[in-house]
C-alpha cells in the first residue's frame, strides 16, 4: 500500500496566521493528492486536491503546494480561523492508482486555532 | 442529493448479536468504501466495491461481512464482534477513477 507520511501531529497557531501541515509520498505512479478535512463526531470532507502536473492550487484560504521531485505535498491555511479547527488528512491512492482502489490516509494532524 | 447516509448513527451490541450498518447514496456513484475508524487515528480501508463487486477486502475478519444489493447502498453485516471492533465506521462513495470521495457521518459503534 502507498505510504503517506504526514506531519506535524498536532498544530496550534493563532488567530490570522498561517497553518502549514505536511506530506511525503512514496511511490511516483499516483496522479492525485487530496487533502480531507474532519470535524469531531463526522466523516473526513474533501477539501482540495492537486495533480502533479501543476504545482500549487488556490482554493479561498487553502492552498496546496506539491514538489515532485521532493515527493512533498503541504497544505497552508492562510488567515486561519477558529472554525478551522479540525482534524486534517493528506491520503494517496491504495493500488494501481485505477480510482477504485481506496484511498490510503496520513496519520492526521490536530489543528487548533487560538482566538 | 450530495450527501451519504448511514444509519444508524449510534450502536451498541454485545458479542454474540448480529446486526447491519446501512450506507446509502444517490449521487450515481459506482464505487463504495467501507473505512473503519478508531479515535484519534485515521480512517483504515476494509472493503472496496466496484459497480457492485467486492474488489478490495483489506484482510478483514470475517465477523464483517459487506453486502452491496444495488448501485445505491451498501450494507455491512456483524456478527460475534470483539470489544476491540468498537470504533466508528465510515461509509464512502466516489465516481469510478476519482478519488474525490464523499463521505457519510459514519456509525459510531460500541461492542460490548
Known amino acids: 500500500q502507498q505510504q503517506v507520511k504526514q506531519s506535524p501531529q498536532s498544530l496550534i497557531v493563532q488567530k490570522g496566521g498561517i497553518s502549514i501541515i505536511n506530506c511525503a509520498y512514496e511511490?511516483?505512479?499516483?496522479?492525485?493528492f487530496p487533502w480531507y478535512q474532519q470535524f469531531p463526531g463526522k466523516g473526513p470532507a474533501l477539501l482540495i486536491a492537486?495533480?502533479?502536473?501543476?504545482s500549487e492550487k488556490k482554493e479561498g484560504r487553502f492552498t496546496i503546494s506539491f514538489n515532485k521531485s521532493a515527493k512533498q505535498f503541504s497544505l497552508h491555511i492562510m488567515d486561519s480561523q477558529p472554525g478551522d479547527s479540525a482534524t486534517y488528512f493528506c491520503?494517496?491512492?491504495?493500488?494501481?492508482?485505477?480510482?477504485?482502489?481506496?484511498?490510503?490516509f496520513g496519520k492526521g494532524t490536530h489543528l487548533i486555532i487560538q482566538p | 442529493d450530495t450527501e451519504v447516509t448511514q444509519t444508524p448513527k449510534h450502536l451498541v451490541m454485545g458479542m454474540t448479536n448480529k446486526k447491519s450498518l446501512k450506507c446509502e447514496q444517490h449521487m450515481g456513484h459506482r464505487a463504495m468504501y467501507w473505512y473503519k475508524q478508531k479515535a484519534k487515528k485515521p480512517p483504515e480501508l476494509m472493503f472496496v466495491?466496484?459497480?457492485?463487486?467486492?474488489?478490495i477486502n483489506e484482510s478483514v475478519p470475517s465477523r464483517f461481512s459487506p453486502e452491496c444489493p444495488n448501485s445505491s447502498l451498501l450494507n455491512l453485516h456483524l456478527h460475534a464482534l470483539q470489544p476491540e471492533d468498537s470504533a466508528l465506521y465510515l461509509c464512502a462513495s466516489s465516481q469510478t477513477g476519482f478519488y474525490g470521495y464523499t463521505f457519510g457521518s459514519g456509525t459510531r459503534l460500541t461492542v460490548v
Open positions: 511511490n511516483t505512479a499516483f496522479d492525485y
Open positions: 466495491y466496484s459497480y457492485e463487486k467486492l474488489s
Open positions: 491520503a494517496a491512492p491504495g493500488y494501481s492508482g485505477g480510482g477504485a482502489d481506496g484511498l490510503t
Open positions: 492537486i495533480r502533479p502536473d501543476v
